[in-house]
């Protein structure tokens, strides 16, 4: 107990100076967590009228449910898989995801961004930042692109073919957003984050996959970071698409219902 608690003061220490160093970088950072927010609060609403649901955002069992799905990503956050057959060694796969489209399917968008910001903050919380904040809103923000994308699309109805649809969906806005996102912001900010030249890390690219070119970050995120997301995207839709029905009269408290129903179509055949 006193080495975890000491572990977690040098983490706390950590992000204070992190923090210290980058104010306006993690002011942006609160400022994106905000925006997707409260555009899923807004996209969330829309789907509930289309659909003609009144009902409230959160729910104590939503919040409730909310901290558990946060937990369990924050959890598969930390077991990364490295994708060293195509991309350089500090590109890893990790399902974390996962609990999270599932929390939000069944809870909606608007959910889905807290799953995101809890699950960075928990992070945070037990292993600190090693990347000055850079790292976790990457994660948030490509996670983000995912799970907004999906569960916008299965909000505004609710069908099994609506999900696989949702799920095609978000899987190519992660493909396409993270693949972006790394040439234009993640890339650049990591070369000046560990002071090295940017030439440096697409070098590393080429020695493991032929498809990349020197000196090109356009052929380094098509070759390298593409195949990630799009691996990723798939994964944690299969799995999604296999596990979610039977889950989701558990996860809004209508185990007893669908018992009943069950019963019923029974008695009919």
């Not at 924050?74 to 974390?96: N, Q, R």
């Not at 390298?224 to 596990?243: T, W």
């Amino acid at each position: 107990m006193k080495e975890f608690f000491g572990k977690f003061a040098t983490n706390m220490q950590g992000l204070g100076e992190a923090l210290k160093k980058n104010v306006p970088f993690v002011l942006t950072f609160l400022g994106i967590i905000v925006a997707l927010f409260l555009i899923a609060l807004l996209l969330e609403k829309l789907a509930q009228k289309k659909r003609g649901v009144n009902e409230k955002i959160f729910t104590t069992r939503k919040v409730a449910m909310i901290g558990m799905f946060s937990a369990i990503a924050t959890i598969l956050m930390m077991i990364e898989i490295p994708m060293t057959l195509f991309a350089p060694g500090f590109y890893k796969l990790d399902f974390s995801e996962l609990p999270i489209l599932v929390g939000t399917f069944a809870f909606g968008p608007a959910a889905g961004v807290m799953m995101e910001f809890v699950k960075i903050v928990l992070k945070l919380l037990i292993k600190g930042t090693s990347t000055a904040f850079v790292g976790e809103l990457a994660n948030f923000a490509v996670g983000c692109s995912f799970i907004l994308t999906a569960s916008v699309i299965y909000n505004f109805k609710k069908t099994k073919k609506a999900a696989i649809f949702a799920c095609i969906g978000g899987t190519i806005v992660l493909t396409v957003f993270g693949t972006a996102f790394n040439a234009v912001y993640l890339l650049p900010a990591f070369a000046k984050l560990y002071g090295m030249p940017l030439g440096d890390i697409l070098a590393m690219g080429a020695e493991i996959n032929p498809l990349c070119k020197p000196n090109s970050i356009v052929s380094f995120v098509v070759a390298c970071v593409a195949p990630l997301n799009l691996i990723k995207g798939i994964a944690n839709s299969v799995i999604v698409l296999l596990i979610y029905k039977p889950l989701s009269p558990i996860l809004k408290g209508d185990l007893k219902r669908a018992k009943e129903k069950k019963v019923v179509v029974k008695a009919e055949n």
